[in-house]
């Protein structure tokens, strides 16, 4: 926690922000236990150099470390093993470049931080217990994106003789957030010197006394970054690593060191003509100065500004008048802002040419301009240029430049196109036919190729259990109710025994007297073989049996009857128990390799035919489609990542009603944004079924423990997972489906 407090409070000084006050008391209260103590501030000018005098409760051996900012303009030093005595950790000065000191206790040291208007040469040296720090004046110098050299020519001093041989331990480059390129170089010991100038149109750091791998001697090409640097090279050169990066463009630069670690930061910078200073910072940059005059004509004090700037000011015969102005540290382009306001000025920039007039003659000449120019315009002759479209459609563009919204061709312009040769021909002034050119190279170039593939996994398990008793008993037996009655129990699985009472029969031939009336007449008609239908019921658990007793599957049935030597009776007992379980596992990958923004479709599957009945009674044939389709539209990011609008369909023959089949479809559709390479999973779809039947013999079934013997149980467990990925991926010219 310690640590971190001091980190926070070494960011807030190099920031030039006063840290809370209940850091400030924790920090007094560490104060005691330090060695060293800073006990005096004292700030003094002597012939242009501004000293600043610390004093130290004990002489130091060596100066203190030291760094530099540029932007914003600020020196560091760093005090360790020392405290903050001085009861305050800011001190406004205003003194010449010296506008305020910060003054931070943070862990195991003290940093003061000079806050200047412009960055100075400076020298340190010890004194008794105290350390001078000398700031001296330099000459006026555009800041923009460099550092001033100091009298030493270095960034930061090596104040140490430790510091020599200390080697450089990495180089690295960065992109930051607002697109700016980072250089940032890891240090063997935070005292190595380090000289920062702008070379040409190169940024070259020195960092002295310093040795590199040679691992780390290349050159990085840090094009495909987006930022301002182009490319960056480190190497050996005798006793000191250089540094050399190369921006483009309107670029500024700045450069700071935080303990180990070096950081190079390069920002671009749009050119605005306009403005007076170039540059991302607040809205006034110039160079400060100071004005002091009393009753001056107003070309006097212009010309003041011009000689300062080394701008080219050229004003206007009605520009007339005196003021009286007192401006002190003023920068430049804010002081003559307020010089235009206080005379109803205005002002146009070129170049290094300044224009100064009454707002009404600026307007009024510009608008004279504008009408000459579109005289001239009106007035150019025409000429007549073919452009040739290599990867669009020239009807396209025709049709555009034929539309009334456009503002490329002027009312004078024409433009045919040929079909045959992809071209356009376009009559029209010289500047319009360049702003055509130029919007036809911004568009016609070739489309990038977008491979995507698309995985279906479908994947099911099922599982079902059966186990049930079947008892059955069967009696071929009457109960003699009567004449012409009787009950019957069950049907033998041998024969058919059947029994019909006779009331009336012939009489006998040999005695010519008929027979007892009222008897019983017995038949027996048994199975195709009396044995054979007995091994059917023995060998039930092999066979499928119709009947009470019958099973539908042909493994995991037990069947037993115990039967009378008569066939008249028998008691069946059967056993049923059946287990299964499966998985499936089903991948489809469809592939499509399409342009960049355009829509690509691939299907497989049938077309399934029905008839189809009209109003008029008529029939004919219709189809539907039953397919595995992919449809994708890419769109390729500035970042190299992909934008996807998707629509994928898997489709298979359902039921059947009425003649007319239904189609079981899966589908999803999205538009998901994915990195070029890589794998998402746009849609899933999960079902489970699970269920649990009982069938029983009523009242029997209930019985405890004998209920088992009339129940059967059944238990099926279903779950099927369908998933869809995709892949897309850029692909060269050489790639292909494969």
């Known amino acids: 926690m310690k640590h971190r407090i001091g980190m926070l409070l070494l960011a807030a000084a190099c920031a030039g922000i006063a840290p809370a006050p209940a850091v400030l008391a924790q920090d007094a209260a560490q104060v005691q236990a330090f060695a060293n103590q800073i006990e005096g501030f004292e700030v003094a000018e002597q012939g242009g150099t501004l000293y600043v005098r610390l004093t130290m409760k004990e002489p130091l051996s060596a100066p203190p470390p030291s760094f530099s900012v540029a932007n914003p303009a600020r020196i560091a030093f760093d005090f360790p093993a020392t405290g903050n005595a001085l009861g305050r950790t800011t001190q406004t000065i205003e003194q010449g470049d010296l506008r305020s000191a910060n003054i931070v206790q943070a862990g195991d040291r003290t940093r003061v931080v000079l806050n200047m208007v412009k960055m100075n040469p400076y020298d340190v040296r010890i004194d008794g217990r105290s350390v001078v720090i000398a700031i001296r004046p330099t000459s006026v110098q555009e800041m923009q994106g460099s550092v001033v050299a100091q009298a ?39 005292d190595t010197g380090i000289d920062i100038r702008q070379q040409g149109g190169n940024i070259v750091v020195d960092f002295l006394g310093a ?180 990867y669009h459609k020239a009807k396209e563009i ?50 990038r190729q977008v491979l995507i593939e698309a995985r ?76 054979n239908s007995i091994g059917q019921i023995v060998n039930a658990g092999g066979d499928a049996v119709s009947g009470p007793g019958g099973v539908s599957s042909a493994f995991g049935n037990l069947n037993l009857t115990l039967f009378n030597n008569k066939l008249t009776r028998f008691l069946n007992l059967e056993l049923h128990a059946q287990e299964s379980d499966g998985r499936l596992r089903l991948v489809s990958s469809p592939r499509v390799l399409t342009a960049n923004q355009v829509e690509a479709l691939i299907e ?38 992909m934008r996807l609008t998707i629509e994928v369909n898997k489709d298979s023959r359902g039921q059947v009603t009425n003649g007319i089949p239904s189609i079981d479809t899966k589908k999803v559709k999205s538009e998901v944004l994915i990195e070029n390479g890589g794998t998402v999973v746009i849609g899933g779809i999960y079902e489970e079924v699970d269920s649990n039947d009982v069938q029983q013999v009523p009242l029997l079934g209930d019985i405890p423990v004998v209920g088992h013997l009339f129940k059967t149980r059944q238990r099926v467990a279903d779950s099927r997972e369908l998933l869809v990925f995709i892949t897309p991926r850029i692909i060269a010219d050489a790639l292909t489906l494969r």
């Open 398 to 447: 025709f049709d555009f430049l034929k539309s009334k919204d456009q503002t490329i061709l002027s009312k004078r312009g024409s433009v045919v196109v040929d079909e045959r040769s992809n071209k356009l021909f376009v009559t029209d002034v010289g500047s319009r036919l360049q702003s055509l050119r130029r919007l036809i190279q911004e568009i016609d170039f070739a489309p």
């Open 152 to 190: 030493q020519g270095n960034f930061a001093e090596s104040r140490s003789t430790a510091a020599v041989g200390q080697g450089v331990r990495d180089v690295n480059f960065r992109r930051g957030k607002d697109g700016e390129g980072r250089v940032v170089v890891d240090l063997g010991s935070p």
């Open 604 to 641: 497989q599957g049938t077309e399934i035919p029905y008839q189809e009945a009209s109003s008029s009674g008529a029939t004919s044939v219709s189809f539907k489609k039953a397919v595995l389709a992919l449809k994708v539209t890419p769109q390729i990011t500035p970042d190299g990542r």
């Open 211 to 390: 040795s590199l791998p040679e691992h780390l001697r290349r050159r990085s090409d840090v094009t495909d970054f987006g930022t301002p640097v182009t490319s960056m090279s480190a190497q050996q050169m005798g006793d000191k690593v250089r540094l050399t990066v190369t921006p483009n463009g309107l670029w500024e630069h700045n450069a700071y060191q935080s303990d180990n670690r070096f950081v190079l930061e390069v920002k671009r910078v749009v050119e605005d003509p306009s403005k007076l200073v170039q540059g991302t910072r607040e809205q006034y940059q110039g160079e400060k100065l100071s004005l002091n005059f009393q009753n001056i004509d107003v070309r006097s004090v212009l010309q003041v500004i011009a000689d300062f700037t080394n701008f080219n000011i050229i004003t206007s015969d009605s520009v007339q008048g005196s003021l009286t102005l007192r401006l002190k540290d003023v920068p430049w382009d804010q002081a003559l802002d307020i010089i235009l306001q206080a005379k109803g000025l205005d002002m146009r920039k070129n170049g290094n040419v300044i224009w100064i007039a009454p707002g009404d003659e600026l307007a009024a000449r510009e608008k004279l301009q504008l009408e000459a120019k579109q005289q001239i315009n009106d007035l150019e002759p025409l000429a007549t240029e073919g452009f040739q479209i290599n």
């Open 456 to 531: 279906i996994v479908e994947a099911s398990k099922t599982f079902s259990r059966d186990l049930g008793v079947r008892m059955g008993f069967g009696s071929l037996g009457t109960a003699k109710l009567g004449r012409g009655g009787q009950i019957g129990f069950g049907k033998s699985e041998f024969g058919t025994r059947s029994r019909e009472w006779v009331d009336k029969v012939p009489k006998d031939e040999e005695t010519g007297r008929p027979e007892t009336p009222g008897r019983w007449s017995e038949t027996f008609e048994p199975g195709t073989d009396t044995v």
